[in-house]
C-alpha cells in the first residue's frame, strides 16, 4: 500500500460540532494506523459566512481533542490560482464549457423540466454554443449522458450512479470561485489523498467527483462514507437535536480522550470492548470493523465513560486537568502534590472535571453552610458532646492516620452505643458541608489536624444553636 493520506476539510462557517468531530477522528485514527499523513484543509471560499473566529475554534476544538495534523491548516481561499488551472485543462480537453444563462432562467427551464415529469437539470444548452470567458459567466463540467458510474466503497460497499442522473455541474462561479465538489477533488488530487472518509450525505456527491478526476486524468482515492450520527430520537443529530459544540464538552468537564473513545465508537468497534486508550484506537482501528449502520448519540453514556476514563488516568495528570476547572470555583494554583491526594478521593465518584472541581471545593475551602436537611438532623444541640469528644480524642492523637482513625470512631461506637452512622455524619457535615463525600478518614488525613479541629469547632458552635 502507497503511503496513507487522509483528510479533515471543515468549513469556518460554524463551530466544530460532533458529526465534523466524529469525521476528523475517523481520518486522523486511519492515518495514524498506517502511520500516514492526516490533513488539515479549510474550505472557506464561502465569504460571506466564512468567519475567522469560526477558524480559529476548529483549531482548538481539534487541539483539544489531540488530533493533530501533519499537514496544513491549507485554506482554499489561498489556492484560487491552482483552481483557475485545473478549470483551464478541463476546457483544453472540451471537458468544460462556459455558460451564460441567466439564473431566473434556469429557474424557468428547471420548473418546466419538473411539469413534464423530467428530472430537473441543466439541459446543455451552452454545450455548443463555444462561449469564451465573460461577465456573468461560468465554467460547466460537460459530464457524460450514457453510461454508469461505480465505486467501491470501503464502509458501503458497491455503489452505482447512472450518469443520466447527473448534470453539467458548475466548476467554476462568475466570480472566480471554484464550487464544492471541483474545489475538492483539485484539493484531494494536489494533495495526494489516498483515502477520503466522510459522511453518508456526500454520497450523491461522489459520482459527480469521479467523473472530474476521469477528465482529469487522475488516480481515483478511495471512498469511504461514514453512517452519520443520529438523536436520541434517532433523527439526524443536528443543532436542533444535541448537536452542540465539541468544545461545549471541554468547558463541561468531559475529558478530550473520552470524547474520542466514545466518536470511535458510533460506527466502528473492537470486539465487545468499551474503553479504549488513544493508542489502543489506533492499533486497532480500521475501515473493515466500521459499522453501516448510524450511531445515536447519548450523552449519558459519554459521561460513563468520561468518568471511567477519570478513573484510569495517573493521578499527577489528572490533577493538572481538574487546576482551571478549580480556578473557576475561586480555588487558584493549589499545590500539586496535595491536590493529587485530593483527586485520589475523587477520581471514582466523578464524571465530569466540573463535578469533581465542585467536589473538591471543601478540601479548600471551609464550608460556609451546611446541606440544610443534614444539619437539622446531624448539627443539633445534642450531638454537641459527641463532637467535643471527637475533638479531644483527636488532639491526643500525635497523627490522623487512616488506621488510627478507624480505631478512634470504633472505640467511640463501642462506648456510647451510637451506630456509626450517627458518630460520622455530623464530622463529615463539620469537615465538607454536606452528608455525601469521600470516605471520612481519607479527609481527615488530607486536611490535617489543626484544620479538622477548627472545623469541628465551628460546627460545634452552630450545632450548639440549632434548636
Not at 490533513?39 to 475554534?57: G, M, N, P
Not at 451546611?370 to 448539627?379: D, M, Q, R, V
Request: aromatic share 8%.
Amino acid at each position: 500500500m502507497s503511503v496513507v493520506r487522509t483528510r479533515f476539510s471543515p468549513s469556518p462557517t460554524g463551530s466544530l460540532h460532533l458529526g465534523g468531530a466524529h469525521t476528523a477522528l475517523f481520518n486522523w485514527l486511519i492515518a495514524r494506523h498506517f502511520q500516514g499523513a492526516f490533513i488539515l484543509r479549510i474550505e472557506d471560499t464561502d465569504r460571506e459566512r466564512s468567519k475567522e473566529e469560526y477558524f480559529r475554534e476548529i483549531l482548538e476544538a481539534l487541539g483539544w481533542l489531540g488530533l493533530d495534523w501533519d499537514e496544513g491548516p491549507y485554506r482554499q481561499s489561498e489556492r484560487l490560482p491552482i483552481y483557475r488551472e485545473y478549470v483551464d485543462r478541463l476546457l483544453a480537453k472540451g471537458r468544460a464549457y462556459y455558460c451564460d444563462c441567466p439564473p431566473e432562467e434556469l429557474k424557468v427551464r428547471k420548473e418546466a423540466a419538473l411539469a413534464r415529469y423530467d428530472k430537473p437539470k441543466y439541459d446543455g444548452r451552452c454545450r455548443s454554443r463555444k462561449l469564451g470567458p465573460g461577465p456573468n459567466t461560468v465554467v460547466r463540467f460537460w459530464g457524460p449522458d450514457t453510461g454508469v458510474t461505480r465505486w467501491s466503497d470501503l464502509i458501503k460497499g458497491p455503489i452505482a450512479f447512472d450518469n443520466r442522473e447527473l448534470d453539467d455541474l458548475v466548476l467554476l462561479r462568475s466570480d472566480g470561485l471554484p464550487t464544492y465538489n471541483f474545489a475538492v477533488v483539485v484539493d484531494d488530487i494536489t494533495m495526494g489523498i489516498t483515502q477520503v472518509i466522510r459522511g453518508e450525505d456526500h454520497i450523491p456527491n461522489t459520482p459527480r467527483q469521479i467523473l472530474i478526476y476521469q477528465a482529469l486524468g487522475a488516480e481515483l482515492p478511495q471512498f469511504a462514507h461514514m453512517p452519520l450520527l443520529l438523536a436520541p430520537d434517532r433523527g439526524k443529530l443536528s443543532k436542533r437535536r444535541g448537536a452542540r459544540p465539541v468544545l461545549e464538552y471541554r468547558e463541561q468537564g468531559v475529558l478530550p480522550l473520552a470524547m474520542c473513545n466514545y466518536l470511535a465508537r458510533l460506527g466502528w468497534s473492537h470486539g465487545d470492548q468499551e474503553i479504549f486508550t488513544r493508542e489502543e484506537l489506533v492499533r486497532y482501528f480500521t475501515l473493515e470493523s466500521a459499522t453501516t449502520s448510524p450511531g445515536v448519540f447519548d450523552e449519558e453514556k459519554l459521561l460513563w465513560l468520561s468518568g471511567q476514563h477519570m478513573k484510569a488516568m495517573p493521578l499527577p495528570e489528572l490533577a493538572q486537568e481538574l487546576t482551571p476547572f478549580l480556578a473557576r470555583v475561586g480555588i487558584s494554583a493549589p499545590d500539586q502534590a496535595y491536590l493529587t491526594r485530593v483527586v485520589d478521593t475523587l477520581s471514582a465518584r466523578c464524571r465530569t472535571l466540573v463535578e469533581m472541581a465542585a467536589a473538591a471545593r471543601f478540601y479548600f475551602q471551609a464550608p460556609g453552610s451546611y446541606e440544610e436537611k443534614g444539619a437539622k438532623k446531624f448539627l443539633r444541640p445534642e450531638t454537641v458532646p459527641i463532637l467535643q469528644e471527637v475533638v479531644r480524642r483527636l488532639e491526643a492523637m500525635p497523627e490522623c492516620h487512616e488506621a488510627d482513625l478507624n480505631m478512634l470512631f470504633h472505640d467511640l461506637e463501642a462506648e456510647t452505643g451510637l451506630k456509626m452512622v450517627n458518630l460520622a455524619q455530623p464530622v463529615r457535615l463539620a469537615l465538607t458541608g454536606r452528608t455525601a463525600s469521600p470516605g471520612l478518614y481519607e479527609i481527615i488525613d488530607i486536611l490535617g489536624k489543626p484544620e479538622t479541629l477548627r472545623r469541628l469547632d465551628r460546627a460545634i458552635a452552630f450545632a450548639a444553636g440549632n434548636s
